[in-house]
């Protein structure tokens, strides 16, 4: 970004997140408007900030005023559009329609790189020539104007449900991470963090732990996470001696669990709410419980390991004084009690309640840590959300817009009820060989496409023979998504830990390694989840649910210290069996 085309890129994001504020209070905007407007928002920075070269930045201005007369003429031409239930007229909008497919093809490119891209390329392929497939995987042939019409100008595909999520909600919560972030949130995250652990043996893994949370509440990106809060913890461990395969494991595993982590929980959560119908509330308050047990298990962990190795805690001269720790904790306590309260005591809609704890967020960017005011950082920081909101805004509808090609194609088609169908057969009617099943493909999804559009792909096929077959569709939901973070610590593709591992120059298979043992929640909690179903029932049945977290606490905390402590191999063995036998053996 040139000091030239600066103030063009401010101005730009300041208009997305007016934008999006606007929808919020301007009541009901057919979504044929909004939605083609979000993605006009989105199409200058996902093809032309990014570009790297001459020939990108050239190409990218090309596509992007394409794209923006493409966006334009659907919202100016809506009423028309709603009047041909997703049928094409004329080879003008059929040209159209082609071009609003290809361009959101090379934005998910740009934005993401080309593994998501190639999966909705192929679903596209297979909706022109399924007909040509032989056997029950084929499909009775769709006329073109119908497919890219559905796909198009109704709402059955870019511009479906869950174009809608990333438009009134998901893109609401990444303005108010952005604001948080531009202030002192994060040094109240790591001062709090600080305070908490510091003392404590293994003190500067628990920071990362604490504050890893804290942040990946409000970033929902492993990624962002590790490099972030990785800058500040990762240098701190190392420098008191920690091995730089668990520093680097600490921190991928930490981060990961931020987009389970209540409030927030990133884009996923949300799109979750218009996939099951159910509350976001609802969500956040059943995924409580599964997230304080990943956590525990990684805190468990980093205990064992400081049997093996000695591990110290913070000096007391680099912890934070007491006075810090309450003003800095004001800059993240404040918005997200606003938040909360705006969802649980006013009642309103989380993307409502957002609006008031980003109002709030705003006003602390006046003040720094010591609560001085300075007109000359406060601009400076607007212009960090300006900047962060525009990009981070672009790179979900990028995804999510992808990924609605892949749903719409799927419903079109009923190539997911046939993979569903496949499933139910493969798994001989069974319930946990079908999760064993899901869980693979969850696997290899996610090592390709970001989380959200992992979850929302594997969901939508998988997930139906999942309730067929007896869990609760929550249950069913929160199974898939948690598996699709399987790809942040799990090797061959293992996003956070590469990025981990590069910060401290470490072998990012064996940092890997100590992740999956440290992480093993994230392996066993989903399975704990159908096993013991009261675990994401707190709203409903609040002492079961109870019940359910300690046996399962229990449980993980044998099988982490059977695999990670220093004991006996026959003392681990036992330890981990014992665990299991807790977690499974009896449901609640």
């Known amino acids: 970004m040139s000091a030239v085309s600066r103030p063009f890129w401010i ?35 996902a093809l032309v900030f990014v570009a790297k070269t001459p020939l990108q930045k050239i190409s990218g201005l090309i596509l992007t005023v394409i794209g923006l007369g493409a966006c334009l003429w659907v919202a100016i031409n809506h009423s028309m559009l709603g009047d041909q239930y997703g049928f094409l007229i004329g ?3 059929i040209a159209i329609s082609f071009a609003l497919l290809l361009i959101v093809l090379e934005m998910a490119r740009r934005a993401i790189g080309w593994p998501l891209p190639m999966v909705a390329t192929i679903a596209l392929l297979y909706g022109f020539y399924g007909e040509w497939v032989p056997g029950e995987f084929g499909h009775a042939g769709l006329p073109l104007e119908s497919m890219l019409g559905t796909l198009t100008i109704a709402e059955g595909g870019l511009w479906g449900s869950l174009t809608g999520v990333s438009v009134s909600i998901v893109a609401i919560f990444v303005i108010f991470g952005a604001i948080l972030n531009a202030g002192e949130a994060g040094q109240g995250f790591m001062n709090v963090a600080g305070a908490a652990a510091g003392r404590l043996r293994g003190g500067a893994a628990k920071v990362s732990v604490i504050s890893s949370a804290l942040f990946g509440s409000i970033s929902g990106s492993a990624s962002a996470n590790v ?27 930490a981060s990961s669990g931020g987009q389970i982590m209540p409030p ?12 099951t119908g159910r509350p976001y509330v609802d969500i956040m308050v059943a995924a409580i419980l599964p997230a304080t047990l990943y956590f525990l298990a990684v805190w468990v962990g980093i205990n064992a390991f400081a049997q093996r190795y000695d591990l110290p805690g913070v000096p007391e001269h680099d912890r934070p004084d007491t006075r810090a720790v309450i003003v800095t904790s004001a800059f993240f306590l404040v918005p997200f009690g606003v938040l909360l309260w705006g969802m649980f005591g006013g009642g309103y809609t989380p993307q409502y309640a957002a609006c008031l704890a980003m109002l709030a967020g705003a006003v602390l960017l006046f003040f720094d840590g010591r609560l001085q005011f300075d007109l000359k950082r406060t601009g400076e920081r607007f212009t960090e959300v300006c900047l962060s909101a525009g990009r981070q805004v672009s790179m979900i ?6 990924a609605s090609i892949v749903i719409g194609v799927l419903g079109l088609t009923g190539l997911g009820v046939k993979i569903t169908s496949l499933l139910l057969s493969g ?3 069974m319930l946990w060989p079908a999760l064993l099943l899901t869980a693979l493909a969850c696997l290899i999804l996610g090592m390709e496409v970001p989380t959200t559009a992992a979850y929302v792909i594997c969901v939508s096929v998988a997930g139906p023979a999942l309730i067929e077959l007896g869990l609760d569709p929550l249950q069913a939901h929160l199974f898939v998504f948690w598996f699709a973070l399987l790809s942040t610590i799990t090797p061959p593709v293992c996003g956070a830990v590469f990025i981990a591992a590069g910060m401290v120059e470490e072998n ?14 994230l392996y066993i909690v989903p399975l704990a989840m159908v096993a013991n179903g009261s675990l ?3 709203g409903g049945h609040p002492l079961w649910a109870i019940a359910a977290g300690l046996k399962v606490a229990v449980g993980l905390t044998a099988i982490s210290y059977g695999i990670i402590s220093p004991r006996h191999i026959v003392t681990r063995i036992g330890l981990v069996t014992i665990g299991m036998i807790a977690i499974f053996a009896v449901g609640f």
């Open 11 to 45: 101005a730009l994001g300041a208009v997305s997140i007016g934008f999006h504020l606007w929808l919020i209070f301007s009541g009901l905007v057919p979504n044929l408007i909004s939605r083609p407007l979000h993605m006009a928002l989105a199409l200058p920075w």
């Open 91 to 93: 080879n003008m909008q």
């Open 227 to 253: 490099a972030s809060t990785g800058a500040i913890t990762l240098p701190a461990m190392t420098k008191l001696g920690y091995p730089k395969r668990l520093a680097a494991a600490v921190e991928a595993v």
């Open 264 to 275: 927030l929980m990133g884009a996923g959560a949300f799109v979750m709410v218009e996939l």
């Open 397 to 402: 509808a990028s995804i999510i817009l992808c």
């Open 427 to 429: 798994s001989g009617g």
């Open 508 to 521: 990012w298979l064996k940092v890997a390694g100590t992740a999956m043992a440290l992480g093993i929640g």
């Open 536 to 538: 994401i029932d707190l």
